[in-house]
C-alpha cells in the first residue's frame, strides 16, 4: 500500500478522517495504530467505528484499563496495550482467536508485542509534535 499522509485539525477531524480510512481497511484487518499518549489513536477509532455501523463515536472510550472492546457484534476490535508488560500477559488476552475473526482489530501500543502482532496487518501513525497543539500528522501503510 502506497503511504498516504493527512493532517487534521481539531478531534472532529480525526474522527471524520477515521470514517474515511475505514473504506481502506476490508475485514480480516488487524491495524496497529502508533503514537504518543494524546495523540489521537482512540480519537481515531471513534470514526473508524462509526463507518462499520459499530459503535456511535461517543460509544467509543479507551480501553486502557478494559484492554479490550468489542463494538458491532465483532465487527470492530479496538484494543489497548499500554498497561501490559510482558508477552505472558498478552497471551491471556487470546488476541489470535481475535485475529482469526472476520473483523477490523485495532490496537494501540502493538508495537510493544511486535512478535505478537499478525503478518499483514498494516500500520497508522499519528504524530502530535508539530507547534500546534491541536494538528496531527496521520500516516497510513
Ligand atoms: N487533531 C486532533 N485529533 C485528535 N485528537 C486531538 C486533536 N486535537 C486535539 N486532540 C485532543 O487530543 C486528545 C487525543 O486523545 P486520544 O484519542 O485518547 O489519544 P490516544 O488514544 O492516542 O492516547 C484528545 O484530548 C483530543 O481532544
Ligand atoms: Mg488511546
Not at 47 to 53: D, N, R, T, W, Y
Not at 64 to 72: A, P, R, V, W
Request: charged share 25%; proline share 6%; net charge negative.
Amino acid at each position: 500500500m502506497a503511504t498516504q499522509e493527512f493532517i487534521t485539525h481539531s478531534p472532529e477531524e480525526t474522527i471524520a478522517l477515521g470514517r474515511t480510512l475505514a473504506a481502506m481497511l476490508t475485514p480480516p484487518k488487524v491495524v496497529l495504530l502508533r503514537g504518543d499518549l494524546g495523540a489521537g489513536k482512540t480519537t481515531l477509532v471513534k470514526g473508524i467505528a462509526e463507518a462499520f455501523h459499530a459503535s456511535s463515536a461517543d460509544d467509543v472510550t479507551s480501553p486502557t484499563f478494559t484492554l479490550i472492546h468489542e463494538y458491532g457484534n465483532g465487527r470492530v476490535y479496538h484494543i489497548d496495550l499500554y498497561r501490559l508488560d510482558t508477552p505472558a500477559q498478552v497471551a491471556t488476552l487470546g488476541l489470535d482467536e481475535i485475529f482469526d475473526r472476520e473483523a477490523v482489530v485495532l490496537i494501540e501500543w502493538g508495537e510493544k508485542f511486535t512478535k505478537l502482532m499478525p503478518e499483514g496487518k498494516i500500520e497508522i501513525h499519528l504524530d502530535s509534535g508539530g507547534p500546534d497543539p491541536d494538528t496531527r500528522q496521520i500516516t497510513i501503510g
